[in-house]
C-alpha cells in the first residue's frame, strides 16, 4: 500500500526533526527568535508566537517535500 509508505517516511521526517530540534534547545541557540516573531513578557509568564519562523519552515518543508515527492 502506497498509503503506508508516505506514512512511514512522514513519521521518519518528523523524528529526525525531532531530534534535530531537542538537539538545537539544549544547546541555547536563539536561532529562532527572527523579526515578526511575537514575544510578550508579563510579570509572570512569557507567550512567543514564532509567526516568521512558521512562514521559514513551512516554506523550507514544502521545498524538501516537493523534491522528495517529485515524479
Known sequence: M????ILIEMGLIFVVLGIIAIGL????LRLFRLPG???????????YIPIM??????????????LLFRK
Not at 502506497?2 to 509508505?5: E, P, R, S, V
Not at 516573531?37 to 507567550?47: L, P, S, Y
Open 2 to 5: 502506497k498509503i503506508g509508505k
Open 25 to 28: 534547545g539544549k544547546m541555547h
Open 37 to 47: 516573531d511575537i514575544v510578550i513578557k508579563r510579570d509572570n509568564f512569557v507567550i
Open 53 to 66: 519562523t512558521s512562514i521559514i519552515l513551512s516554506i523550507v518543508a514544502t521545498l524538501i517535500l516537493s
